[in-house]
Structures are given as C-alpha cells and as structure tokens.
C-alpha cells in the first residue's frame, strides 16, 4: 500500500464511450501525474497537476483529458478512444517540484488497465 | 530527445546466484531512481541516488551512480524467488519530469 488508490482497477471500454479514471493519494502530496505504460515502451508522462494546475501536458491527445479538482485526487477523462491506446494507466504524486539541489520521489498507485475494443 | 537505455532486458538466473542491471544515458540527471514492478500493480520506489559515485545498500540490493550522474547500476547478491519483477530506473530531467529507462525484466527461479 502507497498511500495512492486509483479505481477502478480495469476497464473495457469501446471507442465511442466515455469513462473517467480516478486518483486519490493520501500522503499530503502537492504534485500529481498520470503515466501511460505500453507493452514494450517506456512510462511515458501525460501530465503533472502542481498545487492543482497543470504544469506539464506532453503532447497528449485531446481525447485524454485530466482534471485535478484539489491536491488529493486527479482524474482523467476518456472519450473516443482508440485500440492503441490500450494500456496500463498509472496514476503517481510527490512532495512538489524538482527544484535545482533537492528531489522528490514518486509514489506510485497499482494502475488501471484499460482495454479498448 | 533524453532516454535511458538499460540491458539487460531480460534475465532469467537461479536462485542463489548474483546479478547486476546497469541504466544508462547520454544526459546527466539531478537524481535518479529505481523502483521494482510486479505484474498488475505500479511500480514501487526503492532507493533514490543523488550524488555522483554514491553507493547506497538495501539488504542484499547494491545501487550506485555513476560520478558524471549520466549512469546506474543495480547489483543483487543471492538472488531469491522474491526478486522477480520488472526493474525500472528513472532519471529526474526538469522541474517535474522523470524520465523512464527501457526496464529489465527479472525471473529468478527457485
């Protein structure tokens, strides 16, 4: 156990549906991520919520869509997916920003494995 | 383009015998991390490394970074059943970004 859930834990969905996935940290964290993990390809980052605003959006399609509506939980809205994006979507937070001389560690939830058919 | 390459991909060793992994990149991080992955479940931190030639100890778990922090390695002694899994190592590059390494993956048989 992290300290972060996500639910639900999987989910098959088709193209046209709409669906939302869910991350709740308990461990006072001020920084969110959500991570795309694809069979044969490294974590890829999708997006960094700080203190609740989205610092980073990395070339993500519009048809992922994060919300963060305070620092404890994150969602990530999902509509018109494709079969590519098939994969095991992690949910990750830390004490706050890379700041030059310190670092701070992820933490990271079990993930939600999403199908799309 | 960052990316952090790590060999061996796969390994498949015995009970009892020693191991190592090795992380590498052409660009040097602030920190770097390793976590260990089961299948099904996130990955979970281990240690994290910050200073260049740093050696830290996690039981029979040995991690070092390289002295230009561009490089890492991870040496298990007696390696057990339990150690199985996949074996990531992340570089922190900017102000909230980790880069990923390719992942070695880990059976050791009893």
């Known amino acids: 156990e992290t300290g972060v859930t996500q639910t639900p834990r999987h989910l098959v969905m088709g193209m046209t549906n709409k669906k939302s996935l869910k991350c709740e940290q308990h461990?006072?964290?001020?920084?969110m991520y959500w991570y795309k993990q694809s069979a044969k390809k490294p974590l890829e980052l999708m997006f960094v919520?700080?203190?609740?605003?989205?610092?980073e959006n990395n070339s993500v399609p519009s048809r992922f869509s994060p919300e963060c509506p305070n620092s404890s939980h994150l969602f990530l809205h999902l509509h018109t997916l494709q079969p590519e994006d098939s994969a095991l979507y992690l949910c990750?937070?830390?004490?706050?920003?890379?700041?030059?001389?310190?670092?701070?560690?992820?933490?990271f939830g079990p993930g939600t494995r999403l199908t799309v058919t | 383009t960052q990316l952090l390459e790590q060999s061996p991909q796969f390994l498949s060793i015995q009970e009892g015998e020693n191991l190592t992994v090795y992380c590498n990149s052409s660009?040097?991080?602030?920190?770097l991390q390793w976590y260990r992955q089961e299948p099904g479940e996130g990955p979970v931190l281990l240690v994290t490394?910050?200073?260049?030639?740093e050696v830290k100890k996690l039981k029979r778990l040995t991690f070092q970074f390289g002295d230009a922090r561009k490089d890492s390695s991870l040496h298990i002694t007696a390696a057990q059943p339990g150690d199985t899994g996949l074996y990531l190592c992340?570089?922190?590059?900017?102000?909230?970004?980790?880069?990923f390494g390719t992942g070695t993956r880990l059976k050791v048989l009893a």
């Open positions: 919520y700080s203190l609740e605003e989205r610092v």
């Open positions: 461990l006072g964290h001020n920084a």
């Open positions: 990750a937070s830390s004490q706050g920003s890379i700041l030059a001389g310190t670092y701070y560690e992820q933490y």
């Open positions: 992340a570089g922190a590059s900017g102000t909230y970004k980790y880069i």
């Open positions: 660009s040097v991080f602030s920190s």
């Open positions: 490394v910050v200073t260049g030639g």
